[in-house]
């Protein structure tokens, strides 16, 4: 099969018709349209109905991409990682010893239990008037503060560990009781508080400043990535991509033919004014959503609409004359944006 992708969309039908052997008329009667209509869409002199693209190209056994003309993207080779992967699968399976997260709660609640036994036993074979009580809560604190400061060192994190090793040692008799629970409490309190300030102060200091922003199909609005800006002017046919985007385009051609514009997420202003005539039956399609679309005519001519709206009214700003050269039809669909013809 030949490539036409540089063809017009009324030559690639008729090129793709004569591949099959039909006639006008058969091509028309499977279509169920009029063997005019087909003329008219093989000339460019008018565009298929929406609807009716994607059956032609199942009735040409294409896709619809390749009957509109829309150019394949190169493939690019995809990467193998499996040798990769096995290597690191065989290297963590190789790797043997021993790995501590000391930030893991779990860590730390094991070694408050195996230092409250270790510790309690002990005492027993030391014959230490002890309880179990005295040794298990300064030993939990004194775990509570080594897990503080895992992450990073703070206040109360240092003065738990230092109570809790304090008071574990008065329990157990090695040194003598110097300062009361009572103090070392409202201690711990005034470091947690001193700690929590400099912890906030030292976040908001690093603290990046956001914006808030939109994202499509995790983009950004404004992303680059999304932006798509293309137009074609074939002998009076005009093409056009528009998306995420703010353009003006200009038309200048001594007949306009007709033409597709698609536009999502931006606006865009389509003047006319620069086309000196428009063949009978002139269609513009538009498949337009969520943007400003502004079409701009000299008043020779006549826009007669045939858009599908959702989400909102057409506004028109001024008059064709009395009697317009030619009609242009507006055909397709335009949803949850603005729309303005405005004569010129």
């Known amino acids: 099969m030949e490539d036409t992708a540089s063809l017009t969309l009324g030559k690639r039908?008729?090129?793709?018709?004569?591949?099959?052997?039909?006639?006008q008329d058969q091509l028309?009667?499977?279509?169920?349209?009029?063997?005019?209509?087909?003329?008219?869409?093989?000339?460019d002199l008018s565009c298929p109905d929406v609807t009716a693209v994607p059956r032609l190209a199942e009735l040409f056994g294409i896709s619809t991409d390749e009957l509109l003309g829309v150019p394949r993207a190169a493939e690019e080779p995809?990467?193998?990682?499996?040798?990769?992967?096995?290597?690191e699968v065989i290297q963590d399976a190789d790797e043997s010893g021993f790995h501590l997260n000391l930030q893991d709660s779990g860590i730390w609640f094991a070694l408050f239990l195996i230092l409250t036994g270790v510790t309690y036993i002990a005492a027993i074979y030391l014959e230490l008037d002890v309880w179990l009580w005295s040794v298990a809560w300064p030993s939990a604190l004194l775990c509570l503060g080594l897990s503080s400061c895992t992450s990073h060192l703070s206040a109360f994190g240092l003065g738990a560990s230092a109570a809790g090793l304090y008071f574990l040692l008065v329990n157990l008799g090695v040194i003598p009781s110097l300062i009361t629970w009572p103090l070392v409490l409202g201690l711990l309190l005034i470091l947690w508080g001193i700690s929590m300030v400099f912890d906030r102060v030292s976040w908001r200091k690093h603290r990046?400043?956001?914006?808030?922003?939109?994202t499509v199909n995790g983009a950004s609005f404004h992303s680059e990535d999304k932006t798509r800006r293309s137009y074609v002017n074939n002998s009076g046919y005009i093409r056009g991509d528009f998306a995420f985007c703010s353009d003006r385009i200009t038309v200048q051609t001594e007949e306009l033919q007709g033409g597709n514009i698609d536009m999502a997420f931006g606006s865009l202003v389509?003047?006319?004014?620069?086309?000196?005539?428009?063949?009978?039956?002139c269609r513009l399609c538009f498949d337009a959503a969520f943007g400003n679309l502004v079409i701009q005519a000299p008043s020779r001519y006549r826009i007669e609409n045939r858009l599908d709206r959702t989400g909102g009214g057409i506004d028109v700003s001024g008059q064709p004359d009395p009697t317009p050269q030619a009609t242009i039809w507006l055909e397709g669909e335009v949803s949850f944006g603005s729309m303005k013809i405005q004569y010129v």
């Open 13 to 23: 039908i008729l090129y793709h018709r004569k591949r099959l052997g039909l006639t």
């Open 78 to 87: 995809r990467k193998s990682h499996v040798g990769e992967v096995v290597e």
């Open 270 to 281: 389509l003047d006319l004014t620069g086309c000196q005539s428009v063949v009978p039956n």
């Open 208 to 214: 990046k400043k956001r914006r808030p922003h939109v």
């Open 28 to 43: 028309a009667e499977k279509m169920g349209v009029t063997a005019q209509a087909v003329s008219k869409w093989e000339h």
